[in-house]
């Protein structure tokens, strides 16, 4: 079974400020993923970042990074320079792979999500 | 490129009706998904199709609920005698990933929001 918390309900930040959003994570999982997905009023699911359970290196796009701590389960994202267009929920998520990878394992398993709103 | 699409975008049915909720996947996608989204909580797996099969069925709540992919590409999220329970936004996604490798980007539709008077 794996379980994301998110721990930060709601989150606000002056713009420009660089803003750290909480994820642990618990899996019995031999080797998995981390995933930030956003999520605009709009309500589509975006994909931000991901990280392999192996990857030595945090991962990195753009703004976006991911502070990778895998001796506490922690797969906090960090944005740097907020914007007022990351106003948004943002969810953290998991998939994992078992002893043998198999297409049972596909699926995501989500954190309840941050709100974070970027006061200008 | 035409990303996820996901019809109807709102639901209103009346307890105890049958609906149908329906998603494209991204052409040449073959893995699709179907979550459902409650008010305040994050997405929930309900089930993963590969090609035309259900690998992994294991989130759907009951036997009310039920999806097809009859041709590998378009689905259909069947819900049977609605509860007030059911209200929430039912989001698809697809991916071309099928198999090995961790990473595994699901691109999601709008969703479809489902509201059970």
């Known amino acids: 079974a794996q379980k994301i918390t998110q721990t930060q309900p709601g989150m606000f930040v002056q713009e420009k400020e660089a803003v750290t959003l909480d994820c642990t994570y618990d899996?019995?999982?031999?080797?998995?993923?981390l995933f930030w997905y956003k999520q605009p009023s709009s309500g589509e699911m975006i994909f931000l970042i991901y990280?392999?359970?192996?990857?030595?290196q945090n991962a990195t796009e753009g703004r976006y990074s991911l502070n990778f701590q895998k001796a506490r389960k922690s797969a906090n994202l960090v944005i740097s320079a907020s914007q007022l267009g990351d106003s948004a929920m943002y969810f953290c998520?998991?998939?994992?792979?078992?002893?043998?990878?198999?297409?049972?394992?596909?699926?995501?398993?989500f954190g309840t999500g941050t709100r974070l709103t970027i006061i200008p | 490129g035409a990303g996820v699409s996901q019809t109807p975008s709102n639901k209103v049915t009346e307890k105890g009706k049958y609906v149908e909720l329906r998603c494209d996947p991204i052409?040449?996608?073959?893995?699709l998904y179907w979550y459902r989204q409650s008010l305040g909580q994050g997405p929930e797996f309900l089930i993963y199709?590969?090609?035309?099969?259900?690998?992994?069925d294991s989130g759907l709540p009951n036997d009310r609920f039920f999806a097809v992919r009859p041709e590998g590409s378009v689905s259909t999220l069947k819900i049977q005698r609605t509860e007030r329970g059911d209200s929430a936004v039912y989001l698809c996604a697809s991916s071309s990933v099928t198999s090995g490798g961790l990473y595994n980007e699901q691109f999601f539709g709008p969703g479809t929001r489902l509201t059970v008077l």
């Open positions: 199709f590969q090609g035309t099969g259900a690998a992994d």
């Open positions: 899996t019995s999982d031999q080797s998995y993923g």
């Open positions: 998520a998991m998939r994992g792979l078992g002893l043998i990878s198999n297409f049972g394992n596909e699926k995501l398993t």
């Open positions: 052409s040449g996608h073959t893995a």
């Open positions: 990280q392999g359970s192996y990857d030595e």
